[in-house]
Structure formats: structure tokens, C-alpha cells
T-cell receptor
Framework: GQSLEQPSEVTAVEGAIVQINCTYQ??????LSWYQQHDGGAPTFLSY??LDGLEETGRFSSFLSRSDSYGYLLLQELQMKDSASYFC????????????WGAGTKLIIKP | DVKVTQSSRYLVKRTGEKVFLECVQD?????MFWYRQDPGLGLRLIYF???????EKGDIPEGYSVSREKKERFSLILESASTNQTSMYLC????????????FGSGTRLTVV
């Protein structure tokens, strides 16, 4: 079957750095994406990795290793507003931009 | 910015009613999706559409149908609402460009009583 595994919950301290991991097992692969969702809100797109390596966007970075079927989202200088759920998603090869979704990681930030 | 608008934020319907959830996007995207989101179950794809009048079943299409008569509008229909369809419904669109992400609407929280 096709699946994405990510931790259900991660706790970190304000101002610290946190890494949210995602491993995937899919029949095809066309890139790994990350989304953020605040409680009661809609998911918003954060990043996309199509090739191996690190992509940086401000305080957020995302990494991909296709040989390991693994990626992570790195959040630096954590702020209370970063408290949210984070989803990884893989585009399956040959699909019409359908995504296979992880179950989400709830990030709890403590002052 | 792409905007995806869902017609209702909260909706309460009775069991057996026919329910229409509307979604409109303003950026000429070809791909549109309907998801439901339930605690602990993540995002589950109900239906998607990659062109006008084209539709494909997702993972959980039973009890639902869709309509895409115009490119900007993708409607989800609950033929006969049941209590197990109480959920958050999310519409999304995608530009069909590899590096771009989905743009989601703000969601419709549907309660079936």
C-alpha cells in the first residue's frame, strides 16, 4: 500500500528549532510537499521538494532524500504562532496532481 | 493570490436531506478537489476534477457525487445526508504546475442531525 509516516505530536520550546520527519512508501514519486494547518483553519502550502536537498524559505526549511524515501520540515526560531498541525504529502507519479497525505503532526510550542 | 471560496462556513442539515456544498476558485485552475477531514483520520479525498465535466473518484466517494459544469466551480453533493457524513469539508484547487501547492478554501463544517 501507499503510506506516509510522520509523528503524531511534537513539543518544542519557543525560540528553539524543531524537525518534523516524514517517511513515505509510494508506488511513484513526484515530489514531497508540506502544509500547515492551524486549528479551525484550512491547510496552507509551505514548501515543495522535487529533488534531493534542502529548500529554505525564511524560518522554514524542507529536506528530501529520495534514496531514503525520507524528508523533514525544519522550523527555526519557533514562535507561538507556529503551533499548528503539519502535513507531509507526496504527489504520486502519473496522477492528476493528486496527493497522498500523511496523518499530520501536531506541533505544540511551550513558552 | 488565488482564492478558493466555499459557500458556507457552518451548515446543519437533517438526515436524508440532499446537501450541496459549493466551491469557486478565481484563478482558472484546471484541477479541483474535495476532501473531508476528521480527527485522527487526516485528509481523505472524496472526488477530484481535472477539467470541466470531468470527475474521478477519490478514496471515499460513497454517498457523494460532484458536478463541474464550469471551470471555476466544483460542487459536492450529498445525495441523502447521514450522520456519519458530519465532518469538515475542504475544497482545493491546483494550478497544474509541478512546484505549486494546493490552495484550500476555508472549509465547511457540516453537521447532520
Amino acid at each position: 500500500g501507499q503510506s506516509l509516516e510522520q509523528p503524531s505530536e511534537v513539543t518544542a520550546v519557543e525560540g528553539a528549532i524543531v524537525q518534523i520527519n516524514c517517511t513515505y512508501q509510494t508506488s511513484g514519486f513526484y515530489g514531497l510537499s508540506w502544509y500547515q494547518q492551524h486549528d479551525g483553519g484550512a491547510p496552507t502550502f509551505l514548501s515543495y521538494n522535487g529533488l534531493d536537498g534542502l529548500e529554505e524559505t525564511g524560518r522554514f526549511s524542507s529536506f528530501l532524500s529520495r534514496s531514503d524515501s525520507y524528508g523533514y520540515l525544519l522550523l527555526q526560531e519557533l514562535q507561538m504562532k507556529d503551533s499548528a498541525s503539519y502535513f507531509c504529502a507526496v504527489r504520486d507519479q502519473g496522477s492528476n496532481y493528486q496527493l497522498i497525505w500523511g496523518a499530520g503532526t501536531k506541533l505544540i510550542i511551550k513558552p | 493570490d488565488v482564492k478558493v471560496t466555499q459557500s458556507s462556513r457552518y451548515l446543519v442539515k437533517r438526515t436524508g436531506e440532499k446537501v450541496f456544498l459549493e466551491c469557486v476558485q478565481d484563478m482558472d485552475h484546471e484541477n479541483m478537489f474535495w476532501y473531508r477531514q476528521d480527527p485522527g483520520l487526516g485528509l481523505r479525498l472524496i472526488y477530484f476534477s481535472y477539467d470541466v465535466k470531468m470527475k474521478e473518484k477519490g478514496d471515499i466517494p460513497e454517498g457523494y457525487s460532484v458536478s463541474r459544469e464550469k471551470k471555476e466551480r466544483f460542487s459536492l453533493i450529498l445525495e441523502s445526508a447521514s450522520t456519519n457524513q458530519t465532518s469538515m469539508y475542504l475544497c482545493a484547487s491546483h494550478a497544474g504546475v509541478q512546484r505549486s501547492g494546493y490552495t484550500f478554501g476555508s472549509g465547511t463544517r457540516l453537521t447532520v442531525v
